[in-house]
């Protein structure tokens, strides 16, 4: 049993990393073909004036035009892509220090292909990937130096200075743009993990927690603005009898009949939770009690009328209690107090009904 749920989470856990590997490929695609394309103008500025065989052109080449579209395949086919993105990453920082070194560490543009690269890996991968980075670019070059020898060329001609300003310039724009794109997702998904979190799973209502977040937030506005609304609290008749004898999958049925009951019934405003259980709860903004009465009256009868197609012989009701906010509540637990007295007198008194609280506030205190 154990083992199966181990397996389970584990392959849950790669399909994750496996999107997000495919994603993280997608993100890179773009900006690295822009870099290869900036970088191979940058290295053709300082190479040509040095006699360099033609094998260098043609790596230049591939590496500028070929490289980019050949590491998304890579990515994007590999067992875990966010694995072999990384590996791209380090790729890319090897061809730099094979170029810098080329380049015969020339100031400009050595200083440029190697703060591109690291920004890269940085973003990409934070400490971890910049000093394997780091040790990709001296194997790159150490290689370079073992084909041709190592040199410095301190001078920078103004042709190298052009050449290094769309570096400089289009490729920190893409990143920049790359950046502000993920930005907005995460922003997206805060917002829709946020709405998540409010929400009961079953249901499609508020849980119980933002329910009373939202009662607190009314009682203070009807406080402040002396207006009216009226809470309500809904109980499903023998809600564990109907578990017991047909089963939990047509409790389930039940719960969700009655969230939809209350979403065909419900204006926009009104705000409908499963307070927990077999009991939901509503608060009317702006809605007198006598309104709240016939809404919930009509909820109760519709919900009566629900036949499960597995269970024909089922029968359902509801028990409601009401209560009208007062101006004496001292604070949202009394206003709630209220109408789960309500609710159990409708209990007690025969169920699949609705009852109306009329205590004195002075006996809810």
Known sequence: MLSCMQKELTREFMENRQGKGLSFAKRIYRPRIIGTAMCCVS?????????????????????????????????????????????????????????????????????????????????????????????????????????????????????????????????????????????????????????????????????????????????HKCQQLRSHATIALIDIDHFKQINDTYGHIVGDAVLRQLSLVLRRNLREDDLAGRYGGDEFCVIFPLMPQEQAVRIMERVRETFSNYRNPHSPELRVSLSIGLADFHPLFTDAAMWLNAADRALYAAKDTGRNRVNISDEKVAQLA
């Open 43 to 219: 290295i053709t500025a300082v190479l040509y004036p040095l006699p360099m065989p033609g094998w260098i052109w043609a790596l230049l080449l591939v590496n500028a035009f070929v490289w980019p579209h050949l590491a998304y395949q890579l990515a994007t086919r590999a067992k875990v892509p966010y694995d072999a993105e990384q590996r791209n990453l380090v790729c890319d920082a090897l061809f730099c220090g094979f170029w810098v070194a080329m380049l015969q560490f020339t100031p400009l543009a050595a200083v440029t292909l190697l703060s591109m690269v690291t920004m890269n890996n940085v973003a990409a991968g934070g400490k971890r990937l910049l000093i394997h980075g780091a040790l990709a670019q001296m194997l790159g070059i150490c290689v370079a130096g073992l084909l041709f020898g190592l040199h410095f060329n301190p001078s920078v001609s103004q042709v190298q200075v052009y050449a290094c300003l769309p570096m400089l310039t289009l490729y920190p724009m893409a990143i920049g743009m790359v950046c502000y794109q993920l930005a907005i997702k995460l922003t997206e998904h805060k917002r829709t993990l946020s709405a998540l979190s409010r929400i009961d799973s079953l249901t499609g209502l508020l849980n119980h927690g933002s329910w009373k977040d939202l009662l607190h937030l009314k009682f």
